[in-house]
C-alpha cells in the first residue's frame, strides 16, 4: 500500500483531494494515492479541515491527532495520525 507508511507513533497517507463534490468519502487508489471526495469547497481552507475532520472521524481519532503535513494549497496532500499502526488504518478504510 504505497498510500500508506509507519511514521514513529503513527501513520502518513498519501492522498488525492476532490474538493466541491457531492458528498464527502473514500473512493478508492489514484495512482499511488488513496482519493477522497469532499463535499467542502476548496476556499478558505474549508477543504482542508474538513479532510482532518473526516480522517479523525474514520480512523476513529481525535481531530488533534490528524495533521496536514503537505499540499495545503494543493490535491496531493499528505496527513500524518498519530497513535495508530498502518495495520489499523488500512483494515478501517478496508484496502488491504
Avoid: C
Amino acid at each position: 500500500m504505497s498510500w500508506l507508511r509507519a511514521d514513529g507513533d503513527g501513520v502518513i497517507l498519501t492522498l488525492h483531494i476532490q474538493p466541491g463534490a457531492k458528498k464527502t468519502e473514500v473512493v478508492g487508489l489514484h495512482g499511488e494515492a488513496l482519493k477522497i471526495r469532499l463535499a467542502a469547497p476548496p476556499v478558505d481552507g474549508k477543504a482542508n479541515a474538513a479532510l482532518l475532520a473526516f480522517v479523525a472521524e474514520r480512523l476513529g481519532v481525535s481531530k488533534s491527532a490528524v495533521e496536514l503535513i503537505s499540499g495545503q494549497t494543493s490535491r496531493a496532500k499528505r496527513v500524518r495520525v498519530s497513535g495508530m499502526t498502518p495495520e489499523q488504518a488500512a483494515a478501517i478504510y478496508q484496502l488491504i
